[in-house]
Every structure is written in structure tokens, then in C-alpha cells.
């Protein structure tokens, strides 16, 4: 659930979803995957410009930790730019 007092931020994205250079743009999924073990969830980092995916965690919960994981190992990696976008969903 979202803060309810954490600050409003403008849309820096604007629908423009091909950055022109990589790095700058990134987006995140969550999605679950069916295993012998019950569900899992993986979460992934993808770079908007090249579409590639450039970091990932699977977790047993559907929470925001694997997708922050993933994002820091991004930036560890090099593969996230000073002042990137990540878009956040919308706020529940």
C-alpha cells in the first residue's frame, strides 16, 4: 500500500516508453511461475531502450523486495543511469 503522505510526482514519463539512450529508462513486472516447490515470483528490471532484461529476483511472496533486490543489483551492475526513470504503479 502506498504512503498516503509521501509527496505526489509528476508522469516523467509521458507514454514515451523508447528512450533513446539505455539506462535511462526502466520499467519492472512481477509475474508468478508454477514449480514443484508452489508458486514462485519473479521479478525483473527491464531496460526500456533496449528491451533487454537486465536484472532479476524470484522471491516465494509477491511483495516489493524482490523488485527493489533486483533494481539495486541493476545499479550495482552499472546498468541503471544517474537520474533514470523507473515508473511506480499507480498508487492503491
Known amino acids: 500500500m502506498a504512503d ?3 509527496k505526489a510526482r509528476g508522469d516523467l514519463v509521458k ?3 523508447n528512450p533513446p539512450v ?6 519492472g513486472d512481477i509475474t508468478y ?3 514443484s516447490q508452489g508458486l514462485k515470483y ?3 528490471v527491464i531496460d526500456l531502450s533496449t ?3 537486465i ?3 524470484v522471491a516465494d511472496r509477491m511483495t516489493t523486495t524482490p523488485i527493489i ?3 539495486a543489483m541493476a545499479h550495482r551492475a552499472g546498468f541503471v543511469a544517474g537520474n533514470a526513470i523507473f515508473p511506480l504503479g499507480p498508487r492503491q
Open 4 to 6: 498516503p503522505n509521501a
Open 22 to 27: 539505455p539506462t535511462t529508462g526502466l520499467c
Open 69 to 71: 533486490h533486483a533494481l
Open 15 to 17: 507514454q514515451q516508453f
Open 33 to 35: 511461475l508454477r514449480t
Open 55 to 57: 536484472d532479476w529476483q
Open 42 to 44: 519473479l521479478a525483473t
Open 51 to 53: 528491451r533487454m532484461v
